[in-house]
């Protein structure tokens, strides 16, 4: 086993101001090996991730490479230099240049580029692991699937030993991440050691290996892929026990007080500019209710337009039976409704402000612009959420970006709670934050829904949707194919829906 | 001794104080009459004190004044107004039109100071409007918005008046920029209080601050909570330009006429580096308005110290140049965190000895 050895990591330790982000982590990664790296939100997989590619200097521990003495990796380009290469979430090419000259951006020896033999190089990779792009195509035309593979065979010919895949496939579709396994399942063959980070569990269990653990910093311990049940990581993940997470729907009573049949909003023919068909909606107070459908088919536009982010085209919207007019965002929020989009880093946090401000800003900016809470007030209001929803922060002062991703969305949602919307919709709340965060908030979605809040939420997880939702619009194309509700939100029922069966007749 | 390092090496105004000591230094060694503050009797024969520091405070309150407005439009729109100098000379060129009633050389004033600086007012927040439009609504960089009116201003200026350099007849027009009888400190000085008094208020009781800091971090993200961000920018650039009629105001008076070429010339850099100098990213989001106020009195502190060293005034861009690079670079996040590094090394080593 030794000599198959790629990488190992010792005790490896990191601190930053007020947190022991790592606590003497141990880390293997054979040849020929997909080795998933799972945790909680602020468990230090990123920051393990960093110190490996040199974005953080370690305050301990060793690194090695095959073998080999210790080597030290201080910066980006030492680990590109010991074979060490990383595909981010978020794509990192430049779109408006060729996928060749993505892939040999910044890599060139020689002053003179030869276009023509890097078009021939980079066509023969892009072949060799079989990837549906040419090497003269501009990058923005393909697939952001096709742009990460790109991105992967940059990192593949720069000749990597390791391969670091962090979450590449949160912005996939179902079909795009099979090709992209595809491609994993090529390279482990080829003998390159994959590092993936996910927090899909299907996607762990379809491709890895091994699976390492880590909790608050330190490290759980290291699995074989067959010697771990899912329910199991979870546990191991968490700390504790899983709730039975088919339950939590019981576990709350839905809302049934007089006007439990009270229209909460009301939407007729509404359209926006950003592509779909005008549509229909309503939702009835304390009820929960999701859009469902593929990436790309409509339903954040949906919930955007009633919010009013975009430019409203036609339509009327009524709230409590009476008119309103919804033009922008401020006018949604005078009429208790909250938005949490769907980006949280484009649409969601305000880097460099800190937690305090960023979720008093709605509040805030609701009770006006000539009336800023006092400092006090600001900070009681911070605390108070803090508390309810456990973020893990050192301070009210913490500038929001330096919080992990689960935390951050726990400001987001704090910012709008604290607001007492009427009406909440939550866009891929879950999205890219660790089991236990996921469960708290849907825990919260059907809480909040027995105290009379109507809510509206997305998720690309079908199994999160069935789980939280008593009514399901399902969208394809970007309009409204059907409605399930009660008994038919099932598993099979959305499945059938969305692939269209009524459209062939 | 227990003070962090680190807190201390992280706050934004540890860079323009320590600027502060070494100039003060600077000049301590080299002529500590820089220092000596006289009153005597001025042109008018009234007792005023004069002295290094006083000219330092004299023209370091324009500056101020004008970092405030440039402050907001930096965090705002991630960009600058370096049109800042010439809407000076548009103002200031209203202003006159108004006093002097279009003549060069009136006997008495054509109308009252206060209407000729409202005149300015307004003159100066349309220059603002019409930048604020340009880059708020139609998206342009601001440098590039405000190149307009920094090449056509002037311009602008020397037609208000057909060319003419109209003087004010009233001797009172000359306390703006000068000194009210029986007081010996430079009205400016009371000027900049006021506009610095009027910010401070203007923080604390609206959400100015966190509107445009949320606004230059992530405008996308304010819109979705309800800010405008396209007004929010417009209103930086209104707010500038209020603050270019007041440095008008002062400009013209110190000389009662104007020269259209020369009048608050580069005084944008000035401004700009006096943001940049108070700690305060030039690529916009939060903002310290007291860095930058502080940064314009170090700016001009600077200027001051390089004419005591007899530097030609032409030759003063380069020299200014040079220490502005030091300080730059000195507050750059780079250079930052290798000092913060290197505190905590030795830090740890002093654990390891003891």
Same mark, same amino acid.
């Given at each position: 086993m030794e000599e198959n050895r790629v990488l190992e990591m010792r005790g490896i330790e990191k601190s930053f101001p007020g947190v022991r982000a790592l606590r003497g982590v141990d880390f293997s990664l054979n040849k020929g090996e997909i080795h998933a790296l799972m945790g909680e939100n602020g468990a230090g997989k990123s920051t393990l991730i960093k110190v490996l590619t040199g974005v953080y200097t370690k305050d301990g521990g060793r690194i090695s490479m095959q073998g080999a003495e210790d080597i030290h990796i201080n910066s980006p380009q030492d680990a590109q230099n010991a074979g060490i290469s990383t595909v981010y979430q978020e794509i990192t090419l430049c779109p408006n240049l060729t996928v060749a000259e993505n892939m040999y951006i910044g890599r =060139? /020896? *020689?002053?003179? #580029? /030869?276009w023509k033999k890097m078009n021939e190089d980079a066509d023969k990779i892009l072949r060799s692991l079989d990837i549906p792009a040419s090497a003269s195509q501009q990058l923005a035309s393909c697939s952001i699937a096709v742009q990460q593979m790109v991105a992967i065979a940059r990192a593949v010919d720069m000749d990597c030993k390791v391969l670091i895949l962090d979450e +590449? #496939? *949160? *912005? &996939?579709d179902e079909q795009e991440v099979e090709k992209l396994f595809k491609l994993m399942r090529d390279l482990k063959s080829k003998g390159v050691g994959i590092i993936f980070v996910t927090h899909f569990l299907d996607q762990v269990y379809e491709v890895c290996d091994r699976i390492t653990v880590l909790r608050d910093g330190g490290l759980v311990g290291e699995y074989a892929i067959a010697d771990l049940p899912r329910v199991e990581l979870v546990a191991k993940m968490l700390g504790k026990e899983m709730d039975d997470l088919s339950d939590i729907k019981g576990a709350n009573a839905a809302y049934c007080g007089e006007d439990a049949d009270d229209i909460v909003l009301e939407a007729e023919g509404l359209q926006s500019d950003a592509g779909i068909k005008p549509f229909n909606f309503h939702i009835k107070k304390g009820e929960v209710n999701g859009f469902t459908g593929? &990436? =790309? *088919?409509g339903r954040s536009e949906c919930v955007r337009a009633i919010f009013g982010a975009d430019r409203i085209l036609q339509g009327s919207v009524k709230m409590h039976k009476k008119e309103v007019k919804i033009k922008k965002p401020l006018d949604a929020m005078k009429n208790g409704i909250a938005y949490l989009p769907e980006d949280r880093k484009i649409d969601g946090i305000i880097g460099e402000l800190s937690v305090r401000d960023n979720i008093i800003l709605a509040l805030q900016v609701l009770t006006g612009f000539f009336k800023p809470f006092s400092k006090a007030k600001a900070q009681a209001f911070a605390e108070e959420y803090i508390k309810k929803l456990n973020i893990k922060t050192a301070s009210a002062d913490t500038p929001i970006a330096s919080l992990s991703g689960g935390n951050q969305q726990k400001v987001i949602l704090a910012r709008w709670l604290l607001m007492h919307p009427e009406y909440l919709i939550l866009d891929e709340p879950t999205r890219g934050i660790d089991v236990g965060t996921k469960v708290d908030i849907q825990k919260l979605v059907l809480e909040l829904a027995s105290q009379g809040m109507s809510v509206t939420f997305i998720s690309s997880e079908t199994d999160e949707m069935i789980r939280t939702c008593s009514r399901l619009v399902v969208m394809r194309d970007r309009k409204i194919v059907g409605e399930l509700s009660g008994d038919e939100v099932n598993q099979g029922r959305i499945m059938e829906t969305i692939a269209g069966g009524e459209a062939k007749k | 001794m227990k003070i962090d390092i680190k807190k201390l090496l992280s706050n934004q105004l540890l860079i323009p104080i320590t600027a502060l000591v070494i100039l003060c230094l600077v000049n301590l060694v080299n002529d500590a009459s820089f220092f000596t503050i006289k009153l005597a009797p001025n042109n008018e024969g009234y007792n005023v004190f004069s002295g290094p520091l006083i000219t330092i405070l004299d023209y370091g309150s324009e500056l101020a004044i004008l970092a405030i407005g440039m402050t907001l439009v930096t965090a705002a729109s991630g960009g600058q107004d370096i049109s800042v100098g010439a809407t000076i000379a548009i103002a200031g060129s209203a202003m006159l039109r108004v006093l002097?009633? =279009?003549?060069? /050389? +009136?006997? $008495? &004033? $054509? $109308?009252p100071i206060i209407v000729g600086f409202l005149v300015a007012c307004i003159v100066g927040m349309l220059c603002g409007v019409f930048n604020g439009l340009l880059v708020s609504i139609f998206r342009i960089q601001p440098m590039i918005a405000t190149l307009i009116l920094f090449t056509a201003g002037r311009s602008i200026a020397a037609w208000i008046n057909n060319n003419e350099l109209p003087i004010v007849p009233d001797p009172k027009f000359k306390y703006f920029g000068g000194f009210i009888p029986g007081i010996p400190i430079p009205t400016t000085t009371f000027i900049a209080i006021a506009c610095i008094v009027v910010a401070a208020l203007l923080l604390k009781f609206t959400n100015l601050g966190l509107y445009t800091q949320a606004v230059g971090i992530n405008e996308s993200s304010s819109r979705l909570n309800g800010i405008n961000p396209t007004f929010i920018k417009f209103l930086s650039f209104v707010i500038l330009g209020l603050c270019v009629a007041v440095a008008a105001l002062i400009k013209v008076s110190r000389l009662a006429t104007i020269n259209y070429s020369v009048i608050a010339k580069d005084i944008e850099m000035d401004a700009i580096l006096a943001v940049a100098l108070g700690g305060n990213a030039l690529s916009g989001g939060k903002f310290n308005m007291w860095g930058s106020i502080l940064g314009a009195y170090i700016i001009q502190f600077l200027t001051t110290t390089l004419y005591k060293f007899q530097v030609d005034a032409a030759a003063l861009p380069a020299y200014k140049a040079v220490v502005v690079i030091i300080l730059v670079v000195f507050s750059s996040p780079v250079v930052r965190e290798k000092l913060s590094a290197l505190s905590s090394k030795k830090k740890a080593a002093a654990k390891g000895v003891a």
């Open positions: =060139g /020896k *020689s002053r003179i #580029t /030869k +590449p #496939t *949160s *912005s &996939l593929l &990436l =790309g *088919s | 002097c009633g =279009g003549v060069s /050389k +009136p006997e $008495a &004033l $054509a $109308a």
